[in-house]
């Protein structure tokens, strides 16, 4: 006699994620029986925004906990290069951790720089776990107002 078994859609999502993240060399999520979450563990890449404005553009990524030392940044061959390290707190005997959600260790984020930035004149501020990154525009790339007679 055969059983039937419930299709579970998501589950079909968790294995093809699974397979992927083992393809990639990423560590999947993992869960107990009953889908429920037991840990994730993600590869540590901070949050980045991009804004353009008339004179440049401005990269922000957050960088909590993390000093000043401890972060690079680079712009070689046309690439921003921001790299860096989140050191895990050094375990005390009186404290028991029960979740660690949040990544530690080394990472690297890079980006294309933008068509007409120039990358000579880049430079970074880091305050309050923020980095900004400045990539001012080139003479060449900022727009001008050409007023055009109609005869």
């Known amino acids: 006699m055969n ?14 994620q699974s397979r992927f993240a083992r393809l990639f060399g990423l560590t999947p999520a993992r869960t107990e029986n ?20 008339d ?5 922000k990524a957050d960088l909590p906990e993390i000093k000043k030392e401890d972060v690079k940044v680079t712009v070689e061959n046309g690439v921003l290069t921001i790299t860096g390290e989140r050191k895990f707190e050094k375990e005390e005997k009186d404290k028991k951790y ?6 530690y260790g080394s990472f ?16 970074a ?18 727009p001008k107002a050409v007023e055009v007679k109609v005869a």
């Open 34 to 53: 009953g889908g429920k979450e037991l840990m994730t563990i993600t590869e540590w890449a901070p949050s980045v925004d991009i804004i353009e404005d």
């Open 125 to 142: 501020e880091f305050k309050d776990g923020v980095l900004k990154v400045h990539l001012p525009k080139s003479e060449k790339a900022k």
């Open 3 to 16: 059983a039937l078994t419930r299709w579970d859609p998501f589950k079909e999502m968790e294995d093809l």
């Open 108 to 123: 690297t984020r890079s980006f294309m720089l933008p068509d007409g930035a120039d990358g000579v004149k880049v430079n």
């Open 55 to 59: 004179k440049e553009w401005l990269v």
């Open 98 to 103: 029960h979740r660690i959600e949040r990544s």
